[in-house]
């Protein structure tokens, strides 16, 4: 099959969360089963081309938007080969160079505040995006976009002018919803920069309560949707979790699969991670204790064996910092210590340090984005914690039960997809991954850490853990040809389309 993803961060070249990462790992999965996967993001600031190799093409293209025209030039990449020298073709990554737009420090926003010409931005990039297939000759069986960010390149095939060009008609569109929060809202004066026609501004289409809704105009028009989690896609489809688009996603039920993220196996391997001090991995775990010494120690936390958790995440209530924030004197009552990386909203990044002041050697805090330290928090951390409102997959939990660190998790979204809690049955079974809370509240979590800090006063019961985590298959292999299923339910949902719209 011939893929194309259409995507606004694809790790290494550019992150700010989970999107870059299975950006960056689920093509090279796919590569593995046969597929050819092209991927296109923007040319951002932040993108090291010379490291990377990423060379200018002769490919350029003139984008209007509203009454501008934007120039636009093509780089041409790669994904890095898997270090393991795994098989699969290589992905070819396209660059959408326009400086005016993609040439600053951040890739959506400055200092807490969205860049104001995001539609403009990202209407650019989509419909360059599309416009170099034509050029290129490049005729792919299914387009993936995902998020708002690239859900208008959708709407373009499925309203727009593009769509009415035979070389796009058999094209097939998928769209991932990452994170449903996130919908590319925008004043309806800014309309015209979408590029689609007026008639597209409607209930059936952006139209959301007099607002232009990029993601909405994916979820009505593409042929299959999917996103990362089936309990996430149960609870999208309900008011408390929809954010409004719980109608149009319960009108596409049928066409929405949840679908589990996986990790690339190359970047997080406890094995082989180049970002740690000592390697470990499944049965060998004196390594995890020199990680664990040289974390308390970057982190100027006191040599402590204790239960250590680590804490990365970006700084917003979705991960449950408020949650945190009141229930953390309770924890640090407790013979523990807690690391933390993120960043995010100012106000936390104050509670934060204000708190890291109040439990000094106890509470260690990184207001900082250092994917290194991230790998060293895995491995060095006991435990993991997320105490989140909602989570669409969370791709630490996954990346701690690799590294022996043991997830304390809210029971919602991929959390409770991917977390087995102690019970007396799941131990029996030797089943359990983890600690799991019910509600949203302080004294769940602290319930949940207490029963983590006795359990780590019980060897055998710990390493049962740690040992049922590490052989979980978190790779993305099986979710691969899960979605394998999607593209070809989308290809065969186009060719009926096309069959009715043709007779
Ligand atoms: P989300 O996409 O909602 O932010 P995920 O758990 O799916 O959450 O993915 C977050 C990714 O971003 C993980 O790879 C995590 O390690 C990484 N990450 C988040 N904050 C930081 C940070 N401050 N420094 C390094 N990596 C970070």
């Given at each position: ?153 959708c709407a373009h095939l499925a309203m727009g002018a593009v769509g009415s060009q035979p070389f796009f008609a058999p094209l097939a569109t998928v769209l991932t919803i990452h ?325």
């Amino acid at each position: 099959m011939k893929l194309y993803w259409i995507v606004s961060e694809v790790a290494p070249f550019a992150k700010t969360g989970g999107l870059a990462d299975v950006a960056g790992a689920l093509p090279k999965a796919l590569a593995a089963l046969g597929h050819e996967v092209r991927v296109a993001m923007p040319l951002y600031q932040s993108v090291v081309r010379a490291r990377f190799d990423i060379r200018p093409t002769d490919l350029r293209l003139a984008i209007s938007v509203g009454a501008r025209v934007r120039d636009v030039r093509i780089w041409e990449g790669a994904l890095p080969a898997p270090t393991n020298g795994g098989a699969g073709r290589q992905v070819v990554v396209y660059f959408v160079e326009c400086a005016p737009l993609f040439d600053r420090g951040e890739l959506y926003h400055a200092t807490g505040r969205d860049y104001p010409d995001n539609l403009e931005r990202f209407s650019v990039f989509a419909q360059a995006a599309l416009g170099l297939l034509p050029a290129l000759s490049w005729q792919p069986e299914v387009l993936h976009c995902h998020d708002w960010q690239s859900a208008l390149a959708c709407a373009h095939l499925a309203m727009g002018a593009v769509g009415s060009q035979p070389f796009f008609a058999p094209l097939a569109t998928v769209l991932t919803i990452h994170n449903l929060a996130y919908q590319g809202l925008f004043p309806q004066a800014q309309w015209p920069l979408t590029g689609l026609p007026e008639a597209a501004f409607t209930m059936n289409g952006l139209e959301f309560y007099g607002q232009v809704n990029c993601l909405k105009g994916g979820l009505v028009s593409a042929d299959g949707l999917t996103t990362v989690s089936p309990t996430y896609s149960r609870e999208i489809q309900t008011s408390a979790f929809g954010c409004g688009l719980e109608g149009v996603l319960r009108a596409r039920a049928e066409d929405l699969t949840g679908i589990v993220n996986g990790i690339d196996p190359s970047e997080w391997n406890p094995r082989t991670d180049p970002h740690l001090a000592a390697r470990f991995g499944p049965g060998q775990l004196a390594g995890k204790a020199v990680c664990k010494l040289e974390l308390q120690q970057r982190s100027g936390l006191a040599e402590h064996n204790g239960l250590l958790i680590g804490m990365i995440q970006r700084l917003t209530e979705q991960k449950g910092l408020d949650l945190f924030l009141e229930g953390a004197p309770r924890l640090l009552a407790l013979p523990l210590q807690i690391v933390i990386l993120g960043t995010g909203e100012p106000r936390y990044h104050e509670q934060l340090q204000q708190l890291a002041e109040q439990f000094p050697g106890r509470l260690a805090v990184h207001l900082t984005f250092d994917e290194a330290l991230a790998h060293q928090i895995e491995a060095g951390a006991d435990a993991f914690l997320m105490p989140s409102r909602f989570e669409p997959c969370g791709l630490n939990q996954l990346y701690s039960l690799r590294y022996g660190t043991v997830p304390i998790v809210r029971r919602i979204g991929g959390l409770s997809d991917t977390v087995v809690d102690v019970t007396p049955a799941s131990s029996a079974a030797r089943t359990a991954t983890g600690f799991v809370f019910e509600d949203y509240a302080a004294g769940a979590m602290a319930g949940a850490v207490k029963r983590a800090v006795a359990a780590f006063r019980d060897h055998t019961l710990w390493s049962s853990l740690m040992a049922a985590g590490m052989q979980q298959d978190v790779s993305w292999s099986r979710s691969a040809r899960e979605y394998v299923t999607v593209y070809e339910r989308a290809i065969a949902k186009r060719q009926m389309n096309k069959a009715t719209t043709t007779k």
